[in-house]
């Protein structure tokens, strides 16, 4: 059996996985879910990896990284220096090398939003390869405030049951790092590994034109779909642990 090795999106920790960890070992599985130091302003993807990369025994090899939104960004960064048999993008970016999450969809902005961001656009030949993409993110959730609770409650657990969405938003963490965003992802080559991408049909924060797009253009992967909103393993953990233990 694998061991899933779980790690969150923005505000959320290792609790977001509570939910989903039951039915991964109840099938067999091992189970390791970390906290990022999201609030931590100053803390890099670099950063992020190398606590995922602590947390992992040095002795197992069956491991499947699973990262969930921001976490797409660190996942492959721990693959690059230990040896994994799988990656899982749930609801998540995708990296490249060199290259923030902003420069992937600058082309999709205007000048005063990228002044406001302190945006230096890099040489046009290295963001060639995204001018046909589509926007990385759902047009409804661009300028949301995501500190605030109910902007989490609508666009992050829309699609839970009232006791699930008050847990969910009584753990919530502020999210002060947003190297996710603007660092220049520091991978040096994306790692030759299987990987896998799962998109939910009713998420509010990506969108599924990008979502549909840009793994098979990028990873050489179909998309496998499931319903839900941005956080199914929260709102359907079940169904989740399946469709991991099926692939």
Request: contains cysteine.
């Amino acid at each position: 059996m694998s061991l899933f090795c779980l790690v969150h999106g923005a505000f959320q920790g290792a609790w977001c996985w509570d939910l989903l960890i039951p039915y991964l070992e109840a099938q067999g599985h091992k189970t390791i879910a970390v906290d990022l130091p999201i609030e931590d302003a100053s803390a890099s993807l670099s950063q992020f990896a190398d606590v995922v990369f602590q947390a992992l025994p040095k002795t197992d090899d069956d491991i499947i990284l699973v990262g969930h939104s921001m976490a797409g960004t660190v996942i492959p960064l721990v693959a690059e220096t230990r040896k994994v048999r799988q990656l899982i993008f749930l609801t998540a970016l995708i990296p490249s090398p060199g290259i923030s999450t902003l420069d992937q969809f600058a082309h999709h902005l205007d000048t005063e939003t990228l002044k406001s961001f302190n945006y230096t656009a890099k040489e046009p030949s290295l963001l060639a390869k995204f001018r046909d993409e589509p926007l990385i993110f759902n047009a409804v959730s661009i300028g949301k405030d995501f500190s605030d609770q109910a902007v989490l409650r609508e666009f992050f657990y829309e699609d839970c049951q009232e006791d699930i969405i008050e847990w969910a938003l009584s753990n919530s963490r502020p999210q002060k790092s947003m190297a996710y965003i603007f660092e220049d992802n520091p991978l040096k080559n994306f790692p030759d590994i299987d990987c896998k991408y799962i998109f939910c049909t009713h998420d509010q924060i990506f969108s599924s034109e990008w979502s549909r797009y840009a793994p098979p253009k990028r990873l050489g992967i179909d998309v496998i779909e499931m319903p839900g909103g941005h956080c199914p393993h929260i709102s359907r953990p079940a169904h989740l642990a399946e469709i991991l233990t099926n692939i």
